[in-house]
C-alpha cells in the first residue's frame, strides 16, 4: 500500500478500538517495538508517532520507500539481514543444573541420538521423570541421597524447569530418566552437583585471622560478629517492584531507579 | 587519631558495542552518552580537585570491552562528529531558546560551552583516548584502577567449566596490562557474583582483591567479627571487599535515595522527543527514529508528575542540591564511623560503597558534582577519610579468613536476574559453545604449528565465544528494555562461533566470512585461543 494508504488505513483501523492483542499484533506485523507489560495507550502512542514519522517522510522527498527502511540498510552485508536461528540441539547427552537462588534451581537437558530413541521407544505405561537428590556431604552412589524429589514431567516436550527445593547451602544432583509400569525409577542422565546459595549466618563458633607481618594464622572461638547486622528480607524481583520496572521501561518513572533495583543485592 | 575510611568504587562498564559496518549505530551511542555525561565529568573532576590540592582518592573498575571501545579509533572518530553536531544543535538552540524561557535559555548556553569543553577535552587533551586521563591519575596515586573479567560474563555459570573462567579472567588481566601497562592488583567481578571456589582462580593469576555485596559476607562459612566493615582474606589469600548496605541505600536507594530530588535533572525529557520532527531529523537516528540528545531541559519537579508538567531545570539551584547532598552524605558516615569506632575498640572501619560509574552522570546528572564535593568535604573531615582498595590492602596487618557466602548484587542478592524466563534459553548454547572451543583448541594446542588460517579462526571463535558470554546480554533481556538487541547479539555470537567451528571442523576456511567476522567482532587483537586447555 501506499504511504498516503497506509496513514489513512492505519488511521481508520485504530478508530474502530482494536483491542490490546490485536493492537500488539499490529505492532508487531510493522516491525514497531512493542514491550510485553506496555499498556494500551502506550501501544496507541507507538501507532501515533509511526504514523507521525510516515508522514514526516512523505514530505520530505528524498525518501521514496513506502516502509520505514533503515537508510544503512545498503550497507548490511547480506549476512546478517537473516532471521538467525540456533540449533534445537546438539545431540549431546546433557542434563545441567543452576543455581538460581537459594530456593531454586534451573535444570536443562539435551538428549544423544541414543537417549533420543530410547524415550521414543518407552515401554507403554513408562512416564518420564526428573529425581532430585539432596547429596551435601556425600559422594553420591545412587542410593544414598539424604532426600530424593521425584517429579513427573514429559522430558520429550520440554527443555527445561525450575525446582523449588528446601535446603539454601546444600548439594543437589539430579536424574533424568523415566518410571516403568511397576514404579521403577529408570536413570538415563545424571547431573552435575549443583550447590544453593546460603542465605543465613553460619553456625560456625570459630574464627581463623592471619597475622600478615608475621605471617601466621590464629584460631580462636569467635564471640560472634562485633555489628548486629540488619539484613532486608528478600522480596521477589517480579512481584513487588513489577511496577517500578514497568514505570522506569516505559519513561515514566527513572532509569536509575530502575538500575538501583537490579543491583539492590540483598542489603538494600 | 584513628579515622574511619571510605573506600569509593565506581564500576565503569558498557558491553562492547561497535559496529563497523554502519555509519549510525543507535546502541553505539551508550558509549558517547557515557563519555560525554560520566567519563569526562569524572576526568575533570580529578583535574579540578588536584589542582585545588584536595586529596581524593577513589576506585575504579574499568572493564576489557570499555577499554577497548575507549581505545578504538574509529569509535572516537565517531564519537568526535558525534559531539561535533551536537554542538551544531546546541547553538542552534540557543537562538531558540531567546524567545522560549528564560531557564531554557541559559541550559541552552550551557550545553553549548558544556560540549564544546568536552570536545576540547576528548580531543586535544588526551588524543581521543581518554583512558590516558585515567591512567594519569592511576600513576599519580589518586585513583586505584581495577580490571573486571574479560567481558563481564557471569562467572557462576561457568562453574563446571574451568578453562571458561580463566579464559575470563586471563583476558581480563592481558586488557589491562595491554591500555595500562601495568598488572591490575584488583578485580571486579561481573556483577559482583562470586561463588566460593572462584577465589583459587583469582589467586592463580595474582589478583590480591576483589568485592562481593554485603551478604557474601554474613552468610560467610564464618562470621566475620567486623562485618562488612573490614576486609577478609579467602583461604586462597585474596582479599574481599563487601559493600555497605547503607551507603548503597542513601545514595541510590529507589525509595529514598538523592537522584530523586524534585530540582535534579530530568532523565526522559531530551529535545530529541519534544522537538518538531523537522527540526530534530538532523540530529537523530537517520532512519528517523528519535534519540536522546543529551539536551535536557526539565527538572525532576515531583516523583508523581507526569512528563509533560515538569517543570524548568535550573543547574545552579541543582548544584546547590548536590552540594547539599555531599554533606549530608558526609555528616551520615562520619556518625556511621563514631559508632563503628566505638564497637571496634579503636579498629579502623573500612565502609566500601561500590556503584555503577554511570550512576554519577549519565542517570543522575548532577552526581558528579556530588562525589566532587564529597571528596572535598571528606578531605577535611576529622573523623572520616577516602582511601583506595589497594592503599586498604597494604596496610592490613591482622585480616580475618573467611570464605563468602555465593551472592551478586542482583536484585535480591542471587542469580535471578541472569537466570529467568526470559533468558534461561541462553545457557545451553554458551555452555556448548565452551565444550566446542576446549575441543577444536586441544586439536590445535600449539599456536606457532597451526596453519595461520586455523590459527584465526580459533582465535576469532574465542572472541565470538567471550562476546557471546557477557552478562549484559541477560541483564537487559530482564529488565525489557532494548530487548531485541540483546537477544541479536546472542544469538548473532552463537551462529558465527558455530559457523567457524564448521569451517575448523571441516578445515575448509571460508576466508571472505572470517574476515567479516574478524572485522565486525574486533574486540581483543592480541586473544590467545589456547586459554581454553587450561582445564
Not at chain 1, 547451602?169 to 516403568?180: C, Q, R
Not at chain 2, 575498640?345 to 549519565?362: N, S
Amino acid at each position: 500500500m501506499s504511504k498516503k494508504n497506509e496513514v489513512t488505513q492505519l488511521k481508520d483501523w485504530l478508530n474502530t478500538n482494536p483491542t490490546i492483542q490485536e493492537l500488539k499484533k499490529m505492532a508487531k506485523d510493522l516491525g514497531l517495538r512493542v514491550k510485553r507489560m506496555m499498556k494500551k495507550r502506550e501501544v496507541i502512542k507507538l501507532f501515533e508517532q509511526y504514523i507521525e514519522e510516515l508522514e514526516n517522510r512523505e514530505k520530505s522527498p528524498s525518501s521514496s520507500s513506502s516502509q520505514i527502511k533503515p537508510s544503512y540498510e545498503k550497507e548490511i552485508k547480506p549476512l546478517e539481514r537473516k532471521e538467525i536461528t540456533l540449533p534445537e540441539t546438539y545431540g549431546k547427552d546433557k542434563l545441567i543444573l543452576m543455581p538460581v537462588n537459594p530456593n531454586w534451581i534451573h535444570i536443562y537437558w539435551d538428549f544423544s541420538i541414543r537417549t533420543q530413541k530410547i524415550l521414543s521407544d518407552l515401554p507403554y505405561g513408562s512416564r518420564t521423570a526428573l529425581r532430585i537428590y539432596d547429596v551435601t556431604y556425600i559422594r553420591f552412589d545412587g542410593n544414598n541421597a539424604h532426600r530424593t524429589f521425584e517429579l513427573i514431567v514429559d522430558v520429550r516436550k520440554t527443555k527445561n524447569y525450575y525446582f523449588n527445593v528446601p535446603m539454601p547451602d546444600a548439594n543437589y544432583l539430579a536424574e533424568l530418566g523415566y518410571i516403568t509400569k511397576d514404579r521403577r525409577f529408570v536413570p538415563l542422565l545424571r547431573s552435575n552437583v549443583c550447590k544453593t546459595p546460603a542465605n543465613s549466618p553460619s553456625p560456625s563458633s570459630r574464627e581463623r585471622w592471619l597475622d600478615i607481618r608475621k605471617k601466621r594464622k590464629i584460631v580462636t572461638p569467635s564471640q560472634g560478629p562485633v555489628i548486629k547486622e540488619i539484613e532486608h528480607v528478600a522480596g521477589s524481583m517480579f512481584g513487588i517492584n513489577r511496577e517500578i520496572i514497568h514505570q522506569a521501561v516505559s519513561g515514566e518513572g527513572m532509569l536509575w531507579q530502575l538500575i538501583s533495583i537490579l543491583r539492590s543485592g540483598r542489603g538494600i | 587519631m584513628p579515622k574511619g575510611n571510605i573506600v569509593f568504587v565506581l564500576h565503569a562498564h558498557l558491553p562492547y558495542i561497535h559496529h563497523p559496518e554502519y555509519n549510525y549505530f543507535l546502541e553505539e551511542h551508550w558509549l558517547f552518552e557515557a563519555i560525554t555525561e560520566t567519563y569526562i565529568p569524572l576526568l575533570r573532576m580529578f583535574r579540578k580537585l588536584e589542582s585545588e590540592g584536595k586529596k581524593f582518592r577513589l576506585t575504579m573498575s574499568i572493564t576489557p570491552p570499555l577499554m577497548e571501545m575507549l581505545a578504538n579509533k574509529e569509535l572516537q572518530n565517531k564519537y568526535v562528529e558525534h559531539m561535533e553536531l551536537m554542538i551544531d544543535l546546541a547553538r542552534k538552540e540557543i537562538e531558540r531558546t531567546k524567545s522560549e524561557h528564560p531557564l531554557k535559555h541559559k541550559m541552552a548556553k550551557f550545553y553549548y560551552e558544556d560540549f564544546q569543553k568536552i570536545l576540547y577535552i576528548f580531543k586535544d587533551i588526551y588524543q581521543n583516548n581518554i583512558l590516558n586521563g585515567f591512567k594519569e591519575y592511576l600513576d599519580k596515586n589518586y585513583l586505584d584502577i581495577i580490571t573486571c573479567n574479560a567481558t563481564h560474563g557471569f562467572l557462576p555459570f561457568m562453574e563446571q567449566y574451568p578453562q571458561a573462567i580463566r579464559a575470563q579472567i586471563e583476558q581480563g588481566i592481558k586488557t589491562y596490562e595491554k591500555h595500562i601497562g601495568r598488572k591490575p592488583r584488583g578485580i571486579w567481578l561481573a556483577e559482583c557474583a562470586y561463588f566460593p571456589g572462584l577465589d583459587k582462580y583469582l589467586a592463580e593469576y595474582g589478583i590480591e582483591y576483589f568485592f562481593v555485596d554485603s551478604h557474601g559476607l554474613w552468610y560467610a562459612d564464618e562470621r566475620p567479627r567486623y562485618g562488612v566493615y573490614r576486609p577478609v582474606i579467602t583461604p586462597s589469600n585474596v582479599f574481599v571487599f563487601a559493600r555497605d548496605p547503607k551507603s548503597s541505600e542513601q545514595v541510590w536507594s529507589s525509595q529514598i535515595g538523592y537522584p530523586g530530588d524534585s530540582r535534579y535533572r530530568e532523565f526522559y525529557r531530551d529535545i530529541g522527543f519534544d522537538r518538531e520532527f523537522d527540526y530534530i531529523k538532523p540530529y537523530i537516528d537517520p532512519i528517523g527514529t528519535r534519540t536522546n540528545t543529551g539536551i535536557k531541559y526539565h527538572r525532576i519537579t515531583g516523583k508523581d508528575v507526569p512528563l509533560n508538567m515538569k517543570d524548568y531545570y535550573d543547574i545552579d539551584a541543582a548544584k546547590t542540591a548536590a552540594r547539599e547532598h555531599a554533606r549530608d552524605f558526609l555528616r551520615k558516615k562520619e556518625s556511621q564511623v563514631s559508632r563503628l569506632m566505638k564497637l571496634f575498640e579503636g579498629l579502623e572501619p573500612v565502609i566500601v560503597a561500590p556503584f555503577d560509574a554511570e550512576l554519577f552522570g549519565h542517570w543522575w546528572y548532577e552526581g558528579p558534582v556530588f562525589l566532587e564535593e564529597f571528596m572535598r568535604y571528606v578531605s577535611e573531615s576529622s573523623k572520616v577519610r577516602a582511601l583506595k582498595a589497594c592503599d586498604v590492602v597494604d596496610i592490613t596487618e591482622k585480616v580475618q579468613i573467611v570464605t563468602p557466602a555465593a551472592s551478586t548484587w542482583g536484585a535480591n542478592g542471587y542469580n535471578e536476574v541472569w537466570l529467568n524466563g526470559s533468558n534461561d534459553w541462553i545457557y545451553p548454547h554458551l555452555h556448548e559453545l565452551v565444550e566446542k572451543m576446549t575441543e577444536v583448541a586441544k586439536i590445535y594446542p600449539v599456536p606457532e604449528n597451526t596453519n595461520p588460517k586455523i590459527r584465526r579462526t580459533l582465535c576469532q571463535m574465542a572472541r565470538e565465544l567471550l562476546l557471546a558470554q557477557s552478562s549484559d546480554w541477560a541483564f537487559i533481556m530482564t529488565t525489557q528494555t532494548s530487548v531485541d538487541y540483546a537477544v541479536n547479539r546472542t544469538k548473532t555470537h552463537v551462529k558465527r562461533f558455530l559457523d567457524l567451528y564448521d569451517m575448523v571442523k571441516s578445515g575448509k576456511i571460508d576466508m571472505g566470512r572470517l574476515s567479516h567476522y574478524e572485522w565486525v567482532d574486533d574486540i581483543f587483537p592480541e586473544i590467545d585461543y589456547t586459554m581454553y586447555l587450561k582445564t
